[in-house]
Antibody
């Protein structure tokens, strides 16, 4: 069974940092592009970052470029998202998702507020 | 970025009746490999999104056959042949040919 489990969310002040993790099981992690998708409260879905199978290519949506960093550890079957210089508009549930978003985790809530 | 436009944004449906959601993309979603990368997702209240349909018309494992997808180029449709109570939620189309993958605004299906 494919499983993706996010962790690391929480309350952080504007300008602060947070690191999200996604532990996966049930599939060969190293053979898939992986993604982070976010959903602001009551809003739609936005893909914010993607990473190639071997980590050699990383892509970011414009609104997070220079502030967020996606990474992965294939030996640990884990995906990460480092969030720096956080803003109120980054408040959202962050989901990790496999490939063409065929499978999703349960999400991790990030709240940016003073 | 490719803009995905859904209609309607709200869809009240009587149990047992059919439902249809339209999705239009600002660019063709036909890849050079011949496939068309249009997906449909369901998000039930309080749950993570779940992919229902990929490459226009292919149902994901476990998706009931009352769900079907169709379309080509820039115009696509998700149909539910007979709506059940468990179908309540928000439905999103998403293109996965151009990065960043982009979603429609979502269509909220409710029971009338």
């Amino acid at each position: 069974e494919v499983q993706l489990v996010e962790s690391g969310g929480g309350l952080v002040q504007p300008g602060g940092s947070l690191r999200l993790s996604c532990a996966v099981s049930g599939f060969t992690f190293s053979t898939y592009w992986m993604n982070w998708v976010r959903q602001a409260p009551g809003k739609g879905l936005e893909l914010v970052a993607s990473i190639k199978q071997d980590g050699s290519a990383k892509i970011y949506v414009d609104s997070v470029k220079g502030r967020f960093t996606i990474s992965r550890d294939n030996a640990k079957n884990s995906l990460y998202l480092q969030l720096n210089n956080l803003r109120a508009e980054d408040t959202a549930v962050y989901y990790c998702a496999r490939g063409h978003l065929s499978d999703w985790g349960q999400g991790s809530l990030v709240t940016v507020s003073s | 970025d490719v803009v995905m436009t859904q209609s309607p944004l709200s869809l009240p449906v009587t149990l047992g009746q059919p439902a249809s959601i339209s999705c239009r993309s600002s660019q063709s979603l036909v890849h050079s490999d011949g496939y068309t990368y249009l997906n449909w997702f369901q998000q039930r209240p309080g749950q993570s999104p779940r992919r229902l349909i990929y490459k226009v018309s292919n149902r994901d494992s476990g998706v009931p056959d009352r769900f079907s997808g169709s379309g080509s180029g820039t115009d696509f449709t998700l149909k539910i042949s007979r709506v059940e109570a468990e179908d309540v939620g928000v439905y999103y189309c998403m293109q996965s040919i151009y990065w960043p993958y982009t979603f429609g605004q979502g269509t909220k299906l409710e029971i009338k």
